[in-house]
């Protein structure tokens, strides 16, 4: 393996390969040497470089994971799978939708596993909230919202929507089993840094589902929780509680399903128990790469492999095009582009060759 960026992620990326058995990492890539002398004091056999050909040159490298800044990922990601090499990036895939599907559909037609790290597929807790609901021990759902903020850190290539709501729009449609149909998302640039630092992401989701997203890097309280709510049970992941990761509250509402007169209360109310599962201890980053891993070892397709990285995409071009309206609803597109008959090409401004060869943290 090729891990290409070594920034405070890509770091981890290294640890946690280097232990696992099934893999080996054979050469980390940065253009900053002092982030590869922090690698090499770690993990002293590994190799350096500075030089994206250098690590694809390496020998015995059959995998490459990219830990680099959203707008170099469709570059890099490209370049790895003309190399011949399987390709796991972080997310977001791309920043745009025909970037994605390009690279899916490259490393279909070659034979290679392309998975996107959307980190918290491979969290036990939202496995578990997954179950619940497969269960039909939610009930039927009702309404899905997250809140994911802190005070920073402030990136400089990508707002705070880009930056935060993939992982929160990939838990919705892992938990929901699809995409959303329609946005509506406000942003604003509280810290006037050219960029929104705080966003509101409403979604819609077939068989009317709605979710809320909250993202910010300029608030004081840090939290990352995901709440699902149905007619049974609402289940709440707070992915810093010490010990209570999940919570399901064994209250719902529903509907009464026969009423003989207008005048008969309409509702049934269920009042329960609070219950703590058991959550399996294990860390979702080496989750992910174990699953990488072993896609490239047995042929598998990813549960985060290309089109469900698209998926994410596609409903961040929406909320991009919402926030340019003020909230105005839009559709979100559910329709696979048909194949291109030549490639794609980069538009004017990101042409590829110029930068294929950054390696960013």
Same mark, same amino acid.
């Given at each position: 393996?090729?891990?290409?960026?070594?920034?405070?992620?890509?770091?981890?990326?290294?640890?946690?390969?280097?232990?696992?058995?099934?893999?080996?990492?054979?050469?980390?890539?940065?253009?900053?040497?002092?982030?590869?002398?922090?690698?090499?004091?770690?993990?002293?056999?590994?190799?350096?470089?500075?030089?994206?050909?250098?690590?694809?040159?390496?020998?015995?490298?059959?995998?490459?994971?990219?830990?680099?800044?959203?707008?170099?990922?469709?570059?890099?990601?490209?370049?790895?799978?003309?190399?011949?090499?399987?390709? $796991?990036?972080? %997310? !977001?895939?791309?920043?745009?939708?025909?970037? &994605?599907?390009? @690279?899916?559909?490259?490393? *279909?037609?070659? #034979?290679?596993?392309?998975?996107?790290?959307?980190?918290?597929?491979?969290?036990?807790?939202?496995?578990?909230?997954?179950?619940?609901?497969?269960?039909?021990?939610?009930?039927?759902?009702?309404?899905?919202?997250?809140?994911?903020?802190?005070?920073?850190?402030?990136?400089?290539?990508?707002?705070?929507?880009?930056?935060?709501?993939?992982?929160?729009?990939?838990?919705?449609?892992?938990? $929901?089993?699809? %995409? !959303?149909?329609?946005?509506?998302?406000?942003? &604003?640039?509280? @810290?006037?840094?050219?960029? *929104?630092?705080? #966003?509101?992401?409403?979604?819609g989701y077939p068989s009317?589902?709605?979710?809320?997203?909250?993202?910010?890097?300029?608030?004081?309280?840090?939290?990352?929780?995901?709440?699902?709510?149905?007619?049974?049970?609402?289940?709440?992941?707070?992915?810093f509680h010490p010990v209570?990761?999940?919570?399901?509250?064994?209250?719902?509402?529903?509907?009464?399903?026969?009423?003989?007169?207008?005048?008969?209360?309409?509702?049934?109310?269920?009042?329960?128990?609070?219950?703590?599962?058991?959550?399996?201890?294990?860390?979702?980053?080496?989750?992910?790469?174990?699953?990488?891993?072993?896609?490239?070892?047995?042929?598998?397709?990813?549960?985060?492999?290309?089109?469900?990285?698209?998926?994410?995409?596609?409903?961040?071009?929406?909320?991009?095009?919402?926030?340019?309206?003020?909230?105005?609803?839009?559709?979100?597109?559910?329709?696979?582009?048909?194949?291109?008959?030549?490639?794609?090409?980069?538009?004017?401004?990101?042409?590829?060759?110029?930068?294929?060869?950054?390696?960013?943290?």
């Open positions: 393996m090729a891990v290409l960026g070594c920034g405070y992620w890509g770091i981890n990326h290294v640890r946690v390969l280097s232990e696992l058995p099934q893999a080996r990492i054979q050469v980390v890539c940065d253009t900053r040497p002092e982030r590869l002398d922090e690698v090499g004091r770690r993990f002293p056999t590994i190799r350096l470089t500075t030089q994206l050909e250098e690590a694809l040159n390496t020998p015995d490298v059959d995998a490459v994971v990219i830990s680099t800044p959203a707008t170099t990922h469709y570059a890099l990601a490209l370049r790895c799978l003309n190399a011949g090499k399987h390709v $796991l990036v972080e %997310k !977001p895939i791309s920043k745009t939708v025909l970037e &994605a599907e390009d @690279l899916t559909r490259r490393a *279909e037609a070659r #034979g290679l596993v392309l998975m996107v790290g959307h980190t918290f597929l491979y969290n036990p807790a939202v496995r578990t909230i997954k179950d619940y609901i497969q269960r039909g021990e939610v009930g039927r759902v009702y309404f899905v919202y997250a809140r994911r903020t802190n005070m920073g850190p402030i990136r400089h290539d990508v707002n705070a929507l880009w930056d935060l709501a993939p992982h929160d729009i990939s838990i919705f449609n892992y938990l $929901l089993g699809g %995409k !959303p149909e329609w946005v509506s998302a406000v942003g &604003a640039k509280v @810290l006037r840094n050219g960029r *929104e630092d705080v #966003g509101f992401i409403s979604l009317n589902v709605v979710g809320h997203i909250q993202v910010s890097w300029a608030d004081a309280y840090k939290v990352r929780e995901v709440v699902v709510v149905g007619s049974d049970r609402r289940i709440v992941f707070n992915d209570e990761r999940v919570r399901v509250f064994e209250k719902g509402v529903a509907p009464v399903e026969e009423a003989t007169s207008f005048d008969e209360y309409q509702l049934r109310i269920r009042d329960g128990d609070i219950v703590s599962p058991a959550i399996e201890t294990s860390e979702p980053l080496k989750n992910q790469c174990l699953h990488f891993v072993e896609c490239v070892r047995d042929g598998k397709r990813p549960l985060t492999d290309g089109w469900a990285g698209r998926d994410v995409v596609q409903v961040m071009e929406a909320i991009d095009r919402s926030v340019e309206r003020r909230g105005a609803p839009l559709e979100v597109a559910h329709e696979i582009q048909p194949a291109q008959e030549k490639p794609y090409v980069a538009p004017r401004g990101k042409v590829i060759d110029k930068r294929i060869n950054t390696v960013m943290p």
